[in-house]
């Protein structure tokens, strides 16, 4: 019935009839199936393809087996592109069944936010469908079988236009039933944030262009092309880094009264803190702290009888001398040990190393706090906020957790006011 199996990216194969336009597979599925991230490629295992002509009521449809994922995508009454954009809409679904539990969390985080924020429109059709069927009354609103079904619909939807960006630019559709453009720009790093787009891909930007684009100035200050939202090039729930020092500073001081506002906004609305750990968890793998040592120049670090003992033993001296050569009295509190600082920072600092980095106290090793910790973030937003102006993580981490939540769409509310139901 079908032809010998042509090899495709990411060691998948395809199987087609003989007579299907050669044009169809060289020009469409190669080029989709290329974009596919590696990263997501391994998650999917192996994967065959089958286009099949067929009645144009047959629905395409996926499986898994022992043998890997196995995917039929019906050709009959379709555009080339849109078999194309089928394949990957199947991808979505069966990728659906392979989130971790962690990223079905952030997941529903962002899906949750929309509708708080009162979007109606959707991805694609089948999503639209699903969500309005949700949302038609308080009895489907409460049914976990819906929400699964909406929340599948509108996943694999995400997961076919992300890739579908990956490989071509795209033009955002606007109007009442489609998903505006600022929340797909949150699905499409969330997606790049798991599965970062392989290097050298040919598209990577998505024009808005319409009613429902973002104007200019919002853009800019995302540092994005105007009118472009880029997935992401690195992993992370974000559109780049900001690590320049300087610019950190400029920044993280202009947006102090802001990120006070947004730290009592989470607090009040009872944000968990475990997708903000998350984030600022991949950030941190994105900045070298021994380029920056603000923490080490900043920080009052308190010590107590062990560490200053785990100091002695590493520097091979005795606890009473790292006291009395390396620490202070804390000036809050008499009876306890402060590391010795001056104008250059810390009494263990060179240039921007740490002298005892194995030995260094738990403040040290656990800084800047976002990563870890059952602290929450919300009840100490005046430490944050000035963290905010000295540290790459900190910056980088709550500008993301503000995209994430959607904060930066609604900046009149209040701390104290619900977003829109």
Request: with cysteine.
């Amino acid at each position: 019935m079908h032809s010998g199996a042509l090899r495709l990216a990411h060691r998948w194969t395809l199987a087609a009839p003989p007579r299907l336009s050669r044009a169809l597979v060289r020009e469409f599925i190669r080029p989709a199936v290329r974009a596919v991230p590696a990263s997501m490629a391994r998650r999917l295992g192996h994967c065959r393809i089958s286009l099949d002509i067929a009645d144009a009521t047959v629905a395409s449809q996926w499986t898994e087996t022992e043998a890997g994922l196995e995917v039929f995508v019906m050709t009959a009454g379709s555009e080339d592109h849109d078999i194309a954009m089928e394949l990957l809409l199947c991808l979505g679904q069966a990728l659906w069944k392979k989130l971790f539990d962690r990223e079905l969390r952030e997941y529903w985080l962002v899906l949750d936010q929309e509708i708080r924020e009162g979007i109606s429109g959707e991805i694609d059709e089948q999503a639209l469908e699903e969500k309005r069927s949700l949302l038609a009354s308080r009895v489907h609103a409460r049914s976990r079988r819906q929400l699964a079904r909406y929340g599948r619909a509108a996943f694999a939807g995400t997961t076919a236009e992300y890739v579908h960006c990956l490989w071509h630019d795209v033009t955002v559709r606007t109007g009442p039933d489609h998903l505006p453009a600022p929340q797909l720009r949150r699905r499409l790093e969330l997606l790049a944030g798991w599965f970062a787009p392989d290097q050298g891909c040919s598209g990577d930007v998505l024009s808005c262009e319409g009613d429902g684009g973002l104007s200019d100035g919002q853009w800019s200050e995302d540092n994005t092309r105007s009118g472009k939202a880029c997935p992401p090039r690195s992993a992370g729930l974000f559109l780049g880094v900001v690590t320049d020092l300087a610019e950190v500073f400029r920044l993280g001081t202009a947006k102090a009264e802001e990120n006070l506002a947004f730290r009592r906004y989470l607090s009040a609305h009872h944000y968990a803190d475990k997708p903000f750990q998350i984030l600022a968890s991949e950030v941190q793998r994105h900045v070298d702290c021994t380029a920056c040592s603000n923490c080490c120049r900043q920080s009052v670090v308190s010590v107590n009888k062990p560490e200053i003992e785990n100091i002695a033993r590493h520097l091979g001296t005795t606890p009473e001398a790292v006291t009395r050569l390396y620490t202070v009295p804390d000036p809050d509190a008499p009876a306890s040990r402060i590391l010795l600082n001056s104008r250059e920072g810390c009494v263990f600092l060179d240039g921007n190393l740490c002298m005892i980095y194995e030995a260094r106290p738990k403040t040290c090793r656990t800084f800047p706090f976002v990563a870890v910790g059952n602290h929450s973030l919300g009840g100490r937003p005046s430490s944050l906020a000035r963290w905010a102006a000295l540290c790459p993580i900190i910056y980088n981490a709550l500008e993301s957790y503000k995209h994430l939540t959607g904060y930066h769409l609604h900046p009149p509310f209040s701390t104290t006011s619900k977003p829109p139901a």
